[in-house]
């Protein structure tokens, strides 16, 4: 049930990309944008059509805030790939866009994923109310900026040359930046719709953003280059220190099941209407890419 309904959301919002991308000029750029947003689980995207549910908000009604995290989650992978950053060759199975490319496509088709997310989230499509579309749209800058992934990236960066290894307090904050910013938004972005309160979403991403981490920790171990869609075993040659190299692979998986279940707690006042919400905690920590 839960698979069908990811693949569902998954379709619904490439059509939403494709939309957006169907009058754009044909360059290698815009080639690259569609090849860029292709594919993937779109977790952060289903994360916002299963909260936008939960207040009754149809998903042709939060199809473009889901779009929208997901251009930007796109262009943070495009960034992330490129040789001055994690220097990977592999991507959900395919080539980086910098190397199917080059570099100077692949750093233009960020920039442009990125500018696109928040031509989505400001265009009166996606909600009639001008404040609301602003409450998107500044949120989002603030996950993805500075105060978020951009600073998480930041920190992993200087982790590498600091001489010595993250303690868990510091992972903990990092990886809080750098992956768990953007499926924080997601998962309130049904609440900013709403015009409701965030809370209970805030503090069932928090926990499932850490998960999600800690399961690519022990996936970076244990995975299957085949199935992942992208290197394995990146981080013990890089020396970085991880969740799994501090706690061990058995207690990074009782810590990952333990923020599961604190997610699954943080859905209790949505009752039943939260189970597929609950369904994405444990999925985070059972997949296999």
Not at 22 to 44: E, F, H, I, N
Not at 194 to 201: C, E, G, N, Y
Not at 217 to 237: Q, Y
Not at 248 to 260: E, F, H, Q, S, T
Request: hydrophobic share 45%; with cysteine.
């Amino acid at each position: 049930m839960f698979q069908s309904s990811l693949k569902s959301a998954a379709e619904r919002i490439e059509t939403r990309l494709t939309e957006a991308l169907a009058g754009a000029a044909d360059q290698p750029v815009t080639q690259a944008m569609r090849y860029a947003v292709s594919g993937g689980k779109r977790l952060r995207g289903f994360l916002v059509l299963e909260s936008a549910a939960l207040y009754d908000i149809a998903p042709e009604a939060a199809v473009d805030a889901a779009a929208a995290v997901e251009a930007l989650h796109a262009y943070s992978l495009v960034h992330d790939d490129m040789p001055c950053m994690d220097d990977d060759d592999l991507r959900r199975g395919q080539p980086t866009v910098h190397v199917k490319w080059d570099d100077g496509t692949a750093l233009l088709t960020g920039d442009a994923l990125q500018t696109l997310a928040f031509e989505l989230l400001s265009a009166p499509a996606c909600h009639p109310d001008p404040a609301v579309r602003i409450d998107l749209v500044a949120s989002l800058a603030r996950a993805s900026g500075i105060d978020g992934m951009v600073l998480g990236q930041a920190q992993d960066i200087a982790a590498e040359t600091a001489g010595r290894s993250l303690t868990l307090d510091e992972i903990t904050e990092l990886q809080a930046n750098k992956t768990g910013a953007l499926i924080r938004w997601s998962a309130e972005a049904g609440a900013r719709l709403a015009r409701a309160d965030i809370a209970p979403l805030t503090a069932y991403s928090t926990a499932l953003g850490l998960a999600f981490q800690i399961a690519d920790d022990i996936l970076d171990v244990e995975g299957d280059a085949a199935k992942t869609g992208k290197r394995v075993h990146k981080d013990a040659e890089a020396g970085k220190a991880t969740f799994v190299s501090l706690l061990g692979l058995d207690g990074a998986r009782a810590r990952a099941l333990a923020l599961v279940e604190e997610a699954e707690a943080a859905l209790a006042p949505f009752g039943g209407r939260a189970d597929p919400l609950k369904a994405a905690a444990r999925f985070v920590i059972s997949r296999e890419s």
